[in-house]
Each structure stands twice: as structure tokens, then as C-alpha cells.
């Protein structure tokens, strides 16, 4: 997705620069730099461990007693999606809802009662999985309160949030994943073509749009990986801490 402006590829190019000398300098004293975890630059992208595919193993491990996951959004949270990522978080010991409805929007979501009735309940992680239906509006900033509101909302709750975008089905949206990117603070933002990959048309259902199995699957598990390398239980459960920086 090319959503880099002018003035960040001039700061990519000079970056590359930097890189290439210190390399060049590392190849000739025999010495390798510690690999680290950078923040990105651009919504686009990814600084954890990619996941490899079909080789990587899928992290497991164990959540804290009584916390339980609440995922919301579009008919994409029910396209394999959810159905993949229910069982890892079973196998965790972590209880895990979903409430997704078809077609739906950002806007909608901002005003909707069962939110704050779900959120009243206080969930341990929120998983907002919505953008889908307005990747062609053509003004997508004018959405931009209603996913600060969602996220704002979240975050009242007390719960860990991320905001997981739709792997596209086209060359591009209109801009409404960079508003999501731009706006969905605290939410932590999850790129799903920018970690994964696009998905082929053979991962797609028969209206091309939607993930089938195999694609659902292959999403799930990357969000899953991506979950694991962000968590520190250290500080609270499904505590999230972000790599990637807004802007």
C-alpha cells in the first residue's frame, strides 16, 4: 500500500545511506550488530518477526485467570477470522467473544449501546476489526472521531486494545487506513497486508473479498504471532506494547 509521502522517502533514502556505511564498516572489522526491534516509520511497516510461512511455530502460552478477549467489528471478524484465533485463545485459558455485524461501520460502532455493555463487563483485550465497508468513502477524515471515540471508549474500560485492518482485496483503499493508523490511539495498530502479506486469490471466498479458510487461517496466525512479540505480562494482562510509531 503506498501511503509514503515525499518527505519520508527523502528520510528513507538518507536512512539507507546511514545503513549501508555502518554495514560496510561492520563487514570489515568482522563484527555483526545486535539485531533490535526499531519503531517504524510508516503505517505500511512491520518491525517484529514477520511470520514465515507455513514454518514459523505458533507461539502458546498461558493467560491470567479470569481475563477473557472481546472482538467486534465487520462481517470480516466472522470471514475465518474469528474462527481461527477462538481456539488459541481458549488454549490460553482465556474466555473469548465476538459480536461482529455485517456491513458495518466505523460510525456505527461509535454510538453502538451493546459496546457499552460489552465494555462495562470489563474485558482484558478489545480486538476492533473494522475499516472493510469504507475503504471507498471518499472522505475517510470525517470518520476519524468515530475511531478516536471506539478507542477512547476501549480505553476507558481499563482494557488492552488493537485495531486490526482487512487485508484488501484491491490495488489500494482511499485513505481510511491511514485515518484508522492516525486515530485509533491507545489502540495499537495491526497492518494485516503489511504483516502477512496480501492475501492470493486462492485465500479469498468466492466473492474475492472476503478471507475463505485458508486465508482466515493464515490471518489468524499471523495476528496471533504479532500478539505474542507484543505482550508484557510484566506489567498487567495482555498488556501490549507497541513497535510500530504513529506518524
Known sequence: MARVGYAAIQWLLSSTLLCAIGCHAARRDGSQAPAEKLQATFASEWTGVGEARGAAPVPTWTAAKGTWVLHIGDSFVDASFQQNLRPHFLAAGAKYFSNAATAAYTTQWASDRDLDGWLARRPSLVIVTLGANEVDVPFPLAHARAIAGISRKIAAAGASCVWTTPPLWK?????????????????????????????????????????????????????????????????????????????
Open 171 to 247: 490495488g489500494d483503499d482511499k485513505g481510511i487506513l491511514q485515518v484508522i493508523h492516525d486515530y485509533c490511539a491507545p489502540c495499537l495498530f495491526f497492518d494485516s497486508d503489511a504483516v502477512m502479506g496480501r492475501l492470493e486469490a486462492t485465500e479469498r471466498r468466492p466473492d474475492h473479498i472476503h478471507p475463505n479458510e485458508r486465508g482466515g487461517a493464515r490471518w489468524a496466525r499471523a495476528f496471533w504471532t504479532w500478539l505474542a512479540e507484543h505482550r508484557d505480562d510484566s506489567v498487567g494482562p495482555w498488556h501490549l506494547v507497541p513497535y510500530e510509531r504513529r506518524g
